[in-house]
């Protein structure tokens, strides 16, 4: 039984050895780190966790002035390193000290990062500036808790942040500083309002520890997304201010008409893609207003006249046909020759049937034009476009002349000619190229040829 009891004892004295052994490897193992970091009157002091390695932790050592390394001679009081430059701590000086990750404990644990600390020993007079934040100024948010952070270029006043944020509309929040106060989280403790833009606004109370302020305030707006269904209220022709209907036919639609859309609330960013689809393709342009409810639609190519478009918004069809009165074509009603004027009768021209064209100074030729009502065709928009050829007969122009004819959508032009003809057969081809357009812009759809014999 004594010997049962003993045996008990020993494994458990070995227990409690092992155990005493393993935590205390565990406790060596943990990487040491700088608890603080001064710069005094004469030296730099670094305060350790744990007792270091002098040399190497004295070799990972190093602190500038302004550019310039410094040496000097240190000094270890237990977990306490200080450094003595040579040439003393000065006055109105930049100074940096780095500790590289290379320092070890008395254990052979690294230090887990490279450390870096700034210090000046001049008045500081530099104001704290916002370096950057998160999410950016101007962003779309989908998290109705979504935090938003601050990183500041220097520590500052912490108490003096809360005093200079403000959030508008109000919002019910909480602040989480890292070590240091070099940046800070704004952590909602209330869900955002759907659909709300939001105001962070930092004032000039903000302070850095020696009480310099914030320049000039600081903004971010922030628009929250809504889940609410994206509908469209209206869609509005301009030209005649009517109202597209779903699954309807919009008639008189000018080629180059504009539409005015009106959504029943913001569209976001990653809603506008694939909004409006076009059938036949035809590339188009919108234009937002400041809310992104409105929309204008403009298009970046002509309709082409008589034919119907079908517009797909949020998947509904609309259908508009290109028929609008100042969209009318240009086109050749008929050509009319005379010979010579006043003494011979005019003859319409019909395909490759007979001129009847001699030697005349007076021949006429006249064309009766189709166009909008609202459009005029101009004699240099036509000389332009116009031409003969023969290998016959020979023309010269003498005069244009361009009237109105009896109907206000067409227009007569008659050509003065000085007609040569050479006695032998052939042909005469008249032509109109698509250069040709009225004051609206509006031209032949193709280029027109008329061709005739000559006997």
């Not at 332009?384 to 109105?404: C, P, W, Y």
Request: net charge negative; aromatic share 10%; glycine share 4%.
């Amino acid at each position: 039984m004594k010997k049962i009891l003993l045996f008990t004892a020993l494994v458990h004295l070995l227990i409690s050895l092992w155990a005493c052994r393993f935590l205390e490897e565990m406790i060596h193992t943990k990487v040491p780190e700088v608890e603080n970091c001064s710069l005094e009157t004469d030296h730099t002091l670094l305060q350790f966790t744990t007792p270091m390695n002098w040399n190497l932790t004295e070799q990972a050592f190093s602190l500038t002035e302004e550019d310039s390394e410094l040496e000097g001679r240190f000094i270890w009081d237990g977990n306490k390193m200080s450094f003595y430059p040579h040439r003393g701590i000065m006055e109105n000086r930049n100074y940096t000290l780095n500790l590289e990750n290379s320092a070890e404990d008395g254990y052979g644990n690294s230090l887990g990062e490279n450390r870096s600390w700034k210090f000046y020993t001049g008045e500081d007079n530099t104001p704290p500036l916002i370096q950057s934040v998160n999410p950016v100024d101007k962003s779309e948010i989908s998290n109705l808790r979504q935090s938003v952070s601050y990183d500041f270029s220097e520590t500052v006043d912490h108490m003096s942040f809360r005093e200079a944020l403000e959030v508008s509309p109000a919002l019910e929040y909480h602040l989480e500083w890292t070590e240091g106060n070099t940046s800070v989280q704004v952590q909602p403790l209330e869900d955002y309002s759907e659909g709300e833009d939001y105001t962070f606004t930092v004032s000039t109370r903000l302070k850095d520890l020696a009480q310099n302020n914030l320049k000039q305030k600081h903004e971010l707006h922030y628009l929250i997304s809504s889940n609410d269904e994206l509908l469209l209220e209206s869609i509005i022709l301009e030209s005649s201010s009517a109202e597209l209907e779903e699954n309807g036919i919009t008639e008189y639609v000018e080629k180059d008409d504009i539409l005015n859309g009106r959504l029943n609330r913001r569209i976001y960013s990653d809603e506008i893609y694939g909004l409006i689809r076009i059938q036949p393709d035809v590339s188009f342009s919108l234009d937002w207003d400041i809310e992104y409810r409105e929309f204008t639609l403009s298009f970046d190519e002509d309709l082409r006249y008589g034919e119907s478009y079908d517009l797909y918004i949020l998947d509904r069809l609309y259908t508009i046909q290109c028929t609008g009165s100042h969209s009318i074509p240009l086109s050749i009603e008929s050509i009319f020759f005379c010979s010579q004027d006043g003494a011979a009768p005019q003859k319409q021209l019909v395909l490759n049937e007979s001129l009847g064209a001699y030697d005349s100074d007076t021949a006429t030729l006249e064309f009766i034009l189709n166009h909008s009502p609202y459009g005029v065709i101009s004699e240099s928009s036509f000389m332009k476009a116009f031409s003969i050829e023969s290998s016959v007969l020979s023309f010269r122009l003498l005069s244009l002349e361009l009237e109105a004819a009896p109907p206000a959508t067409q227009s007569l032009i008659r050509i003065c000619l000085d007609v040569s003809d050479t006695g032998f057969p052939g042909t005469v081809r008249f032509s109109l190229d698509d250069s040709l357009s009225d004051s609206l812009g509006n031209s032949l759809e193709e280029n027109w040829t008329m061709m005739v014999n000559q006997p």
